[in-house]
Nanobody
């Protein structure tokens, strides 16, 4: 059973930084794409960033390029999302997701097989 557990969310002022973590368990994730998505109140869930575990290739939404960095730690089976220069528009629940076999586009929610419970990020102005 795959489990994804996010942590690291919280309240931060605009311009600040947070690092989210996603601890993955239950499988060997070398053939997975790991993604971060977010959902603000009243909006659809949207793609933020993704990393192909085996190659470390990364992908970002235009809205976060240059500010967010996704990475992974093999030894800890953990994926990180470093978020810098945060703005109130980044306020959302952030979800970690896993796509088995990296079989589809990394920015489509429907291609992901497993999801975490989410962690709240609130950026105050």
């Amino acid at each position: 059973q795959v489990q994804l557990v996010e942590s690291g969310g919280g309240l931060v002022q605009a311009g600040g930084s947070l690092r989210l973590s996603c601890a993955a368990s239950g499988r060997t994730f070398s053939r997975y794409t790991m993604g971060w998505f977010r959902q603000a109140p009243g909006k659809e869930r949207e793609f933020v960033a993704a990393i192909i575990w085996s190659t470390s290739n990364t992908y970002y939404a235009d809205s976060v390029k240059g500010r967010f960095t996704i990475s992974r730690d093999n030894a800890k089976n953990t994926v990180y999302l470093q978020m810098n220069s945060l703005t109130p528009e980044d306020t959302a629940v952030y979800y970690c997701a896993a796509q088995e076999y990296s079989r589809g586009s990394s920015d489509y929610t429907g291609n992901y097989d497993y999801w975490g419970q989410g962690t709240q990020v609130t950026v105050s102005s």
